[in-house]
C-alpha cells in the first residue's frame, strides 16, 4: 500500500497546514486514525509544526486529539520498549515535550489505549487521566 513519509519535513509540513485549516473553519481537534503506524516523534514533530502555525503559544484550551492506537497483544512492542521508536507511553509524551509541545499540551494529545484486561496495565504503566481516551462506539462503522 502507498503511504504518507512522515518522517519527510514537507509530509510534515504539509499534514500540519491541513489540521491549522481544519482548526480556521471551526474543527477542534482530530482523531488519528491507525495512529501506531507513524513514529511517535513524527507525531510530535507534527504537532510541533502545527502548533507554530498557531503562533506558537500553547494549543487552544478545546483543542484535542487523541491517537488511536491498538495494542491488542503487542504491548510490549508499543508501550514498554523505549527502545523500537514506536512508544506510545512515556516514549510518545517525552518526543512531544522535546518537540516544544508544554504539559498543557501534551495533555491535549490523547490515547486510546486498548490493553487486553490480562495485560492491563500495559508494563506497569497506566496513561494518565488527562490523556486517556475511553471509545464507547466503533468510528470505523
Known amino acids: 500500500m502507498t503511504d504518507l513519509d512522515t518522517e519527510g519535513e514537507y509530509v510534515r509540513e504539509r499534514i500540519a497546514a491541513y489540521f491549522t485549516d481544519l482548526l480556521s473553519i471551526g474543527f477542534s481537534g ?13 507525531i510530535a514533530a507534527i504537532l ?3 502548533k507554530k502555525n498557531l503562533g506558537g503559544g500553547d494549543l487552544p484550551d478545546d483543542f484535542i486529539t487523541w491517537l488511536e492506537v491498538l495494542l491488542g497483544g503487542e504491548k510490549d512492542l508499543l508501550m514498554c520498549n523505549a527502545q523500537s521508536g514506536y512508544n506510545y507511553g512515556v516514549g510518545l509524551a517525552n ?8 504539559d498543557n499540551d501534551v495533555y491535549r494529545v490523547k490515547i486510546w489505549q486498548s490493553d487486553y ?16 481516551v475511553a471509545q464507547l462506539d466503533c468510528h470505523d462503522d
Open 48 to 50: 510541533a509544526k502545527f
Open 95 to 102: 518526543d512531544l515535550k522535546a518537540a516544544g509541545l508544554s
Open 30 to 42: 482530530f482523531r488519528m486514525d491507525a495512529a501506531k503506524h507513524i513514529k511517535p516523534s513524527s
Open 117 to 132: 484486561p490480562k495485560e492491563f496495565p500495559a508494563c506497569g504503566w497506566v496513561i494518565p487521566s488527562e490523556r486517556f
